[in-house]
């Protein structure tokens, strides 16, 4: 079983974002040259979910940004799970991210 997000990377293009389903999941904001910058989700009280949330990155961050999703109903879960394994990874959550309350540490293999 794979844990981290291995979908492809896109480019934070508005017509990249505009074919994005209306679902909950989670998702990954990358600068071009590499590095996860932003693990974000997309919940109930998202408005139109994923698309909805990658229309307010690309209006915040313009052109020039990768992303990649995963539609995924548990999407709490899988995003504290995401944020621990980036930190387990590389010691450090991603830039502009802060840790929720109460997030769990993973141990390295």
Known sequence: MVLRLMKPWRALEA????????QLGVYEVAGVAGGVLFIGVAGGRSRFGLRGELEAEFARRGPGFRFRVEVNVQYHTRYRELLMLHRADHGVL???????????RLRPA
């Open 15 to 22: 017509d990249e974002v505009a074919r994005l389903p209306g």
């Open 94 to 104: 991603p830039p502009e991210n802060e840790a929720p309350p109460g997030l769990g």
